[in-house]
Structures are given as C-alpha cells and as structure tokens.
Nanobody, 128 residues
Framework: QLQLVESGGGLVQPGGSLRLSCAGS????????IGWFRQAPGKEREGVSY????????YYTDSVKGRFTISRDSAENTMYLQMNSLKPEDTGIYYC?????????????????????WGQGTQVTVSS
C-alpha cells in the first residue's frame, strides 16, 4: 500500500520560491500517475499539475504555467513540485497524490476523485 509524506511548505514573500517534496513508501511511485493539488480557505481543492507514469509531458493549470514544475526522482521514490515566482493567490494547503488508473493523453486528471493515495498536506503561505 502506497503511503505519501509531504514536506517543504512554509511562509515565503511574493516572488520567492519553494520546493515541495512527497516521499513514497510501500510501493514504487514510478508505477503511478502523480499529481499536486491545493486548497485555499473557503475554496474547493483544485488540481495544480499532474504527470503520467511513463515520462509523458506534464500538465499544469493555467495559473501556474511557467512558474511551477512537477518532477519525480525514481532513486528517492519521491515527487516534487518546484514553485517559483510565487504569488499571494498561490496560498493554500498543497497535497500530493498518486493514482494507478490507466493514463490517456487526452484525459483530465485534475479531478481529485481519480487519486486513491494522498499526502497529509503542507501549508504554503505567500505574503509580505
């Protein structure tokens, strides 16, 4: 059974950077679709980025394109979200997630219901 543990959140000024980590245990992350989600106060959880299990191109929601990068390190069994040029509207709890469902390039994997495995969440606050 895959388990995910997140780290790396915190308080950062606008324009700053953070890297979120999500370490997997109990199974190999390479076999899973990986995704990052976030939830701002009073809002629904939204998909930020995802990537297939076979090196497919990553996808990013429009508001983070060009600023965020999703990646995975097979040796460390860990996935990452590098966040640059952070804005106050990026504030929220960030969750990593993984799914074993089949991957199709034209399918929408931003839906939280598609992911069976979740990290505990880490707070990201962008404020001066």
């Amino acid at each position: 059974q895959l388990q995910l543990v997140e780290s790396g959140g915190g308080l950062v000024q606008p324009g700053g950077s953070l890297r979120l980590s999500c370490a997997g245990s109990g199974a190999t992350l390479d076999n899973y679709i990986i995704g990052w989600f976030r939830q701002a106060p009073g809002k629904e959880r939204e998909g930020v980025s995802y990537r297939g299990s076979r090196g497919e191109n990553p996808y990013y929601t429009d508001s983070v394109k060009g600023r965020f990068t999703i990646s995975r390190d097979s040796a460390e069994n860990t996935m990452y979200l590098q966040m640059n040029s952070l804005k106050p509207e990026d504030t929220g709890i960030y969750y990593c997630a993984a799914s074993r469902i089949p991957y199709y390039s034209n399918y929408d994997y931003y839906r939280p219901s598609l992911y069976a495995y979740w990290g505990q969440g880490t707070q990201v606050t962008v404020s001066s």
